[in-house]
């Protein structure tokens, strides 16, 4: 069974500064791999997801994430962070051939100092 | 636009009262997916169905029943709350398949006195 670690309960960055949130899985194989966020009050909406292929994904506002199958991980990055990104992130990760139902990381809550 | 919505943002309840929490999806997806979110424990699923009358166990189903009756419509029940069901409930729905984005409603914060 495939499972995906979030090392990281809490980070703080200042507006304006990079973001780096991290993700670590376990599965025999490739998987798929997703990002989602949860702003405060809300559902989770999907940033990105990689399935195969080029190994730096872009998403939505402005995030990205790269695939490194040497380290098993998959994390976010962001250049330069606004206020509006505040919220709670969830990795996740599902395995091709086996359940289709992902598997959630516990989150990571990101807050932006002004 | 997409949509996945819950009965109730919030809801409050008795200990021993039958809770029921709806959910309806508009984009014909197969799958639908309830979860329970609590701080520190990210989402943990509680039952998923592919299709109508079709439900899977997840993970944390002591409890809980489901209910689907039609395609658009997954329904969750509390049969007898308990103030440990005191939670966020996260309802989602995706295409049937692997790797599909899954798409999720606002969470009905329910809190069992």
């Known amino acids: 069974a495939q499972s995906v670690t979030q090392p990281d309960i809490h980070i703080t960055v200042s507006e304006g500064a990079s973001l780096e949130l991290r993700c670590n899985y376990s599965y025999g194989a490739t998987p798929y791999l997703f990002w989602y966020v949860q702003s405060p009050g809300q559902g989770l909406q999907l940033l990105l997801k990689y399935f195969s292929g080029d190994t730096l994904v872009q998403g939505i506002k402005g995030f990205e994430a790269e695939f490194k199958r040497s380290q098993s991980s998959f994390n976010l990055r962001k250049p330069s962070v606004h206020w509006s990104d505040a919220a709670e992130y969830f990795c996740?990760?599902?395995?091709?051939?086996?359940?289709?139902?992902?598997?959630f990381g516990r989150g990571t809550s990101l807050i932006v100092h002004p | 636009d997409v949509k996945v919505t819950q009965s109730s943002r919030y809801l409050v309840k008795r200990t021993g009262e039958k809770v029921f929490l709806e959910c309806v999806q508009d984009?014909?997806?197969?799958?639908m997916f309830w979860y329970r979110q609590d701080p520190g424990l990210g989402l943990r699923l509680i039952y998923f169905s592919y299709d109508v009358k079709m439900k899977e166990k997840g993970d944390i189903p002591e409890g809980y029943s489901v209910s689907r009756e039609k395609k658009e419509r997954f329904s969750l029940i509390l049969e007898s709350a308990s103030t440990n069901q005191t939670s966020m409930y996260l309802c989602?729905?995706?295409?049937?398949?692997?790797?599909?984005?899954?798409?999720f409603g606002p969470g009905t914060r329910l809190t069992v006195l």
């Open positions: 984009m014909d997806h197969e799958n």
């Open positions: 996740a990760v599902g395995a091709p051939g086996g359940s289709y139902i992902p598997t």
């Open positions: 989602a729905s995706s295409r049937l398949g692997y790797g599909n984005e899954q798409f």
